[in-house]
């Protein structure tokens, strides 16, 4: 199993390179091209900055292992990995110039743990320890956990600081085999190997931090640790600001209750599972709390993964001919974006990211090549070429 699949289950740079911005609303089109890989059939842009630094990850020739990627100046470039078999850049992260994200080491897990990060990796799980990593300059550091043998990077700003989440050396009775020992969120910098944790909220023994924005707020996931992925791991979806922890309540169900990113204005978005055990992409501001953003007409999921300035989100809804597709939420509307896209261009699995600009990162599917490459998708002007039913009011 690779993230891409990861995601429709458990939920789930070009920086030389001068784009067009959005133009006018509701004539929208997007120019989409493929980036490649390293030689398997599988990669994904899973992060852009206002940059235009382009990160994520790609399989190696044979599939069974893959590393993570930054895309500079229209080359692919390989970041590696410190020691084990596969790294991976899996949530979007905005930092002006570097990027975080999780990597395995050369030691086997005394504890034989799959960890947060196997279910991100190709399966089956390779049972080395698995820790955040920033890269910058050239050269991919360890991030620090809180006693245990894992961490995982999941996010970054401007400000120097990523967060994520990482083991504590406390063997937690709510674990599920093959997971042992208890987990916190924590924010990582500015100040290097300075790593400060971020409490659950309520009695809840676990936590992990997936998002942080420019003025510091964190958003993520609290409850307990069952296989650190998901599921009642995310019991509450919460916001760290000013010391403090908010539960943001989620759609009415009791897991998968996941924020996954929050811009500089504090809107947060995720997915949830509700009352029905659905699980529906969600947007969350302070002052009217969580709104179901739906999936596209006749799907059975959604995933809401980014948020920008503009608030236009991106993510992926489970339906289509693939199975899943990539879709946009804006101005009250919920499209696919392959309606908005030249007849002939790759297939749009998910959507990732979003930056400033209106420029879309995720991962496609090329039915003529028989590859799943990354992607960017460029805004320029045109129309929905599709019928009425691949756009329509949040509120059907």
């Given at each position: 199993?690779?993230?891409?699949?990861?995601?429709?289950?458990?939920?789930?740079?070009?920086?030389?390179?001068?784009?067009?911005?959005?133009?006018?609303?509701?004539?929208?089109?997007?120019?989409?091209?493929?980036?490649?890989?390293?030689?398997?059939?599988?990669?994904?842009?899973?992060?852009?900055?206002?940059?235009?630094?382009?990160s994520g990850f790609s399989g190696l020739p044979g599939n069974t292992t893959q590393v993570a990627v930054v895309w500079q100046k229209g080359k692919l470039v390989p970041l590696g990995t410190l020691g084990g078999p596969n790294s991976g850049i899996e949530w979007p992260n905005h930092h002006a110039t570097a990027v975080v994200g999780i990597?395995?080491?050369?030691?086997?897990?005394?504890?034989?743990?799959?960890?947060?990060?196997?279910a991100f990796f190709p399966q089956p799980p390779t049972k080395h320890n698995c820790l955040g990593f920033v890269w910058q300059n050239g050269v991919m550091n360890p991030l620090p956990t809180l006693g245990g043998y894992n961490g995982y990077a999941s996010g970054a700003n401007d400000k120097g600081q990523a967060v994520g989440w990482a083991e504590t050396a406390v063997h937690d009775s709510t674990c599920v085999l093959p997971q042992v020992l208890q987990f916190e969120a924590v924010i990582w910098g500015p100040n290097p190997g300075q790593v400060q944790p971020l409490q659950p909220i309520y009695d809840?023994?676990?936590?992990?931090?997936?998002?942080?924005?420019?003025?510091?707020?964190?958003?993520?996931?609290?409850?307990?640790?069952?296989?650190?992925?998901?599921?009642?791991?995310?019991?509450?979806?919460?916001?760290?600001?000013?010391?403090?922890?908010?539960?943001?309540?989620?759609?009415?169900?009791?897991?998968?209750?996941?924020p996954t990113a929050i811009n500089n204005e504090g809107q947060v978005v995720g997915f949830s599972e509700d009352a029905d055990s659905a699980i529906h992409a969600f947007l969350w501001t302070k002052s009217g709390g969580i709104q179901d953003l739906k999936t596209l007409d006749g799907d059975s999921a959604s995933f809401a993964y980014a948020i920008n300035a503009r608030g236009q989100v991106v993510g992926q809804s489970l339906g289509g001919p693939f199975g899943t597709r990539a879709v946009i939420w804006e101005?009250?509307?919920?499209?696919?974006?392959?309606?908005?896209?030249?007849?002939?261009?790759?297939?749009?699995?998910?959507?990732?990211?979003?930056?400033?600009?209106?420029?879309?990162?995720?991962?496609?599917?090329?039915?003529?090549?028989?590859?799943?490459?990354?992607?960017?998708?460029?805004?320029t002007i045109g129309v929905n070429h599709c019928s009425s039913a691949s756009s329509s009011q949040n509120s059907k």
């Open positions: 199993m690779n993230s891409a699949t990861f995601k429709s289950i458990l939920t789930m740079g070009f920086s030389a390179l001068a784009f067009p911005v959005l133009l006018a609303q509701n004539q929208t089109n997007y120019v989409v091209t493929t980036l490649g890989t390293l030689g398997g059939t599988a990669s994904a842009a899973i992060s852009i900055n206002d940059r235009g630094l382009i990597t395995e080491t050369a030691d086997l897990n005394p504890l034989d743990e799959n960890w947060s990060c196997s809840d023994p676990d936590s992990a931090a997936t998002a942080i924005n420019n003025n510091g707020q964190v958003v993520g996931i609290s409850g307990i640790c069952e296989k650190a992925v998901g599921d009642l791991s995310a019991k509450h979806p919460v916001l760290w600001e000013n010391g403090t922890v908010t539960d943001l309540k989620g759609l009415g169900g009791g897991a998968w209750n996941t101005n009250g509307t919920k499209t696919d974006l392959n309606c908005l896209t030249p007849p002939g261009s790759p297939y749009l699995l998910y959507a990732n990211d979003i930056d400033d600009s209106g420029r879309i990162t995720g991962e496609a599917y090329d039915p003529n090549a028989g590859n799943a490459p990354a992607f960017l998708a460029v805004p």
